[in-house]
């Protein structure tokens, strides 16, 4: 598969489960804008299966390499950067994985009894990336007690693998070309932003700022029925040259310790 490809059918995928980023995408297009997509981001857990390398391989046979990795302490995460080798305008892939010996064993227990439930040609297809929850039914109960440890674990265990987000680059924006004038025209057409710590996370002197809204609440089948729980969510991003007149193509530990929030979940208003 060429990036392309991927990149096509993890969008039809999250715009079909997620309407809202449909309906960003649109209010961008309809305004008159260009939408060029900044990065993708994936979550998963550190088992050896299905840990970071593995969700990486089909970027690096469609010509991506590992740029950057990063450590947060505090959600016992760690995740790598990817980039294409000579396509500038290609989306950077961020892929994170969850310390899962950190945890509780109950924790450690039910991601290891889900994993097992993936079928073992799965563990070694290019359509990993596509697949979602491969675990069957979650359990509410399961995703609520995962959740009161790990925000992200709760998520994964619940979605499993699918774009957690695609964002839209600011640079890309003719008129919406401030972090600012994004976010009010978000809020104007009725979207929550994260606001965890600020609407606005980074700085220009830190050479990248990103937003993001809250992700919708969608209807989820769980064993004990339907529960509306969040989603994924849209981000936005405006990179900074630097001193080399260089656009910053990493991304900010601390920053990204808040977008991980978007998906918490909220009460709906
Ligand atoms: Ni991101």
């Known amino acids: 598969m060429n990036?392309?490809?991927?990149?096509?059918?993890?969008w039809q995928i999250y715009?079909?489960?997620?309407?809202?980023v449909q309906r960003i995408h649109d209010l961008f297009v309809a305004s008159g804008e260009v939408v060029y997509n900044d990065?993708?981001?994936?979550?998963?857990?550190?088992?050896?299966?299905?840990n970071i390398e593995v969700l990486a391989k089909p970027f690096l046979k469609a010509g991506y390499v590992e740029r950057g990795e990063y450590v947060f302490e505090e959600k016992k995460?760690?995740?790598?950067?990817?980039?294409?080798?000579?396509?500038?305008?290609?989306?950077?892939?961020?892929i994170s994985e969850l310390k899962v010996e950190e945890f509780s064993d109950f924790l450690q227990t039910t991601v290891k009894a889900a994993i097992d439930q993936i079928p073992e040609d799965m563990l070694t297809s290019d359509e990993l990336i596509f697949s979602g929850n491969l675990w069957g039914t979650p359990s509410f109960e399961t995703y609520e007690t995962l959740r009161q440890e790990s925000e992200y674990a709760g998520w994964l265990y619940v979605y499993g693998f699918c774009a957690n987000h695609?964002?839209?680059s600011v640079n890309g924006l003719k008129n919406l070309n401030s972090m600012e004038k994004v976010n009010s025209f978000l809020k104007k057409n009725g979207f929550q932003m994260n606001d965890s710590g600020g609407e606005i996370k980074g700085t220009p002197a830190e050479l990248l700022e990103q937003s993001s809204i809250k992700s919708e609440m969608i209807p989820v089948d769980f064993e004990e029925g339907s529960f509306e729980i969040p989603g994924c969510y849209y981000e936005f991003a405006r990179r900074y040259a630097d001193s080399d007149g260089q656009l910053y193509s990493g991304f900010i530990?601390?920053?990204?310790?808040?977008?991980?929030?978007?998906?918490?979940?909220?009460?709906?208003?």
């Open 15 to 20: 715009a079909t489960q997620n309407p809202s």
């Open 39 to 50: 990065h993708i981001a994936f979550r998963t857990f550190n088992d050896p299966r299905i």
């Open 166 to 168: 695609f964002t839209v």
């Open 77 to 94: 995460l760690f995740a790598k950067h990817y980039e294409h080798t000579t396509d500038p305008l290609a989306p950077r892939v961020f």
């Open 253 to 269: 530990a601390k920053s990204a310790d808040k977008i991980f929030e978007s998906t918490n979940f909220y009460a709906k208003q």
């Open 3 to 10: 990036k392309e490809q991927i990149f096509e059918k993890l």
